[in-house]
Nanobody, 125 residues
Framework: QGEGGEWGGGLVQAGGSLTLSCSAC????????MSWFRKAPGKEREFVAG????????WVADSVEDRFTISRESAQNTLYLPMNSLKPEDTDVYTC??????????????????WGKGPMVTVSS
């Protein structure tokens, strides 16, 4: 079994788009809830978006809901975060996390069982 990972980060100009991807470790579905968080140096971690892996229900943070979406490809055990109309304030390290507990809220950091290392997204003005 291989390890999971995240990719898709990089440098983009303001107004541009990126899609982040996160694969489940070993190719298996690892949780009921999978979420994206982001954190900039010196700032608190911020919830971005989450999805119920089995049912497909999603929630996107108010701060980005008009620009970001979240989706999953169950057959490939991959989580996506398409980001459009990026702004310099979106510059952060983005991390996917999952919870094995069915009742975990999408934005419950303490409820997550494991975290990825996160791709860096840099948006230039």
């Amino acid at each position: 079994q291989g390890e999971g990972g995240e990719w898709g980060g990089g440098l983009v100009q303001a107004g541009g788009s990126l899609t982040l991807s996160c694969s489940a470790c070993g190719g298996e579905v690892v949780g009921y809830v999978m979420s994206w968080f982001r954190k900039a140096p010196g700032k608190e971690r911020e919830f971005v978006a989450g999805i119920n892996w089995l049912e497909g229900g999603t929630w996107v943070a108010d701060s980005v809901e008009d620009r970001f979406t979240i989706s999953r490809e169950s057959a490939q055990n991959t989580l996506y975060l398409p980001m459009n109309s990026l702004k310099p304030e979106d510059t952060d390290v983005y991390t996917c996390a999952y919870s094995m507990s069915e009742g975990t809220d999408f934005d419950d950091e303490d409820g997550m069982d494991d975290w990825g290392k996160g791709p860096m997204v840099t948006v230039s003005s």
